[in-house]
């Protein structure tokens, strides 16, 4: 079972930027396609991006496409969130995890990291 660690969260005002990082346990992390999820308070946890193993291939979440950027680097076991112009709305805790099913719900994810806390001020 990977396990997962986030950082790189923090606390930054509108309009500026934070690199989010979850590295991974286990080596074979470079085989599975991996995602970030966010929770804002008394919200349900949201999909924000995933990545494929060979970083081939991302897809976004609407809200934050344009903005926010995944990447990995599989020689380091960890995958990457920088996102830009970030608004109050992008504030959550975030969250990477391994997909394990096709498609894009919280359901086809899991081994679910601790979490990362992102407050953006306006």
């Known amino acids: 079972q990977v396990q997962l660690v986030e950082s790189g969260g923090g606390l930054v005002q509108a309009g500026g930027s934070l690199r989010l990082s979850c590295a991974a346990s286990v080596r074979t992390f470079t085989t599975y396609a991996m995602g970030w999820f966010r929770q804002a308070p008394g919200k349900e946890r949201e999909f924000v991006g995933r990545i494929t193993w060979s970083a081939g291939n991302t897809r976004y979440a609407d809200s934050v496409k344009g903005r926010f950027t995944i990447s990995r680097d599989n020689a380091k076991n960890t995958m990457y969130l920088q996102m830009n112009s970030l608004k109050p709305e992008d504030t959550a805790v975030y969250y990477c995890?391994?997909?394990?099913?096709?498609?894009?719900?919280?359901?086809?994810?899991?081994?679910w990291g601790q979490g990362t806390q992102v407050t953006v001020s306006s």
């Open positions: 995890a391994r997909q394990y099913r096709l498609g894009f719900g919280e359901a086809d994810f899991g081994s």
